[in-house]
């Protein structure tokens, strides 16, 4: 059974991940880089879409005993008996915004991904399906150092899940509006 890191585009999963792997000598495999060599991605409007009907397929003969896989797709394309734990990083999305903005995403492409990160709807889907396995981090206002260390408990199952709640944050400051309008 596999590690899994997952979470909205720009949280760190592969800047965790990679190190991650390092401690651990554990062997990658990356969702949306299988996903890119399989020819998967068919670009729609400036979005990519992905059959993840074919893609869960292709990582299944993909996995070998113990990987750590990530990627945003990782709730939709894999079964509870091939994960041991599934760390879903969650982030601020008011710092979101800059990371977004630093990697030229467009308005709406950045109300996208970070609605999906206030709604958490990665966590939400992720839960659902893969119930006491999965865990929560914030990685807000933490090092990378620290995060790591962080998740390397979790893993090890001696920290208990994070509860997040943007939605409360975003409507207390009265942002409702700036991140879901249109
Ligand atoms: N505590 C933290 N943990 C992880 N990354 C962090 C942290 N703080 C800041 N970062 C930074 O966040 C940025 C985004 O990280 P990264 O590219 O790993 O995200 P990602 O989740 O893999 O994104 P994508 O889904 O687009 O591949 C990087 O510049 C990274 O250095
Ligand atoms: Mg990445």
């Not at 000598?25 to 990519?48: Q, R, Y």
């Not at 999906?116 to 929560?136: M, P």
């Not at 390397?152 to 994070?162: D, F, Q, R, T």
């Amino acid at each position: 059974m596999s590690i899994v890191i997952t979470g909205n585009p720009g949280v760190g999963k592969h800047t965790i991940t990679e190190k991650i792997a390092g401690r651990l000598k554990l062997p990658v495999l990356d969702i949306n880089a299988t996903a890119k060599d399989s020819g998967l991605f068919e670009e729609n409007g400036g979005t990519n879409d992905i059959d993840v009907k074919k893609l869960e397929k292709i990582i299944e003969q993909k996995i070998s005993e113990k990987n750590i896989i990530v990627g945003h797709l990782a709730p939709y394309v894999l079964h509870k008996n091939q994960v041991e734990v599934m760390v879903v990083l969650r982030r601020n999305p008011y710092d979101l915004i800059s990371v977004y903005r630093d990697r030229k995403y467009s308005e709406r492409k950045i109300k996208e991904n970070t609605g999906s990160e206030i709604l958490g709807i990665i966590a939400h889907d992720a839960t659902n399906q893969f119930h006491e396995k999965v865990f929560q981090i914030n990685v807000s206002e933490k090092s990378i150092s620290k995060t790591v260390d962080e998740t390397l408990e979790l893993i090890l199952g001696n920290k208990s899940n994070e509860e997040i709640d943007w939605l409360e944050l975003v409507s207390n400051n009265n942002d409702l509006e700036k991140f879901f309008s249109d």
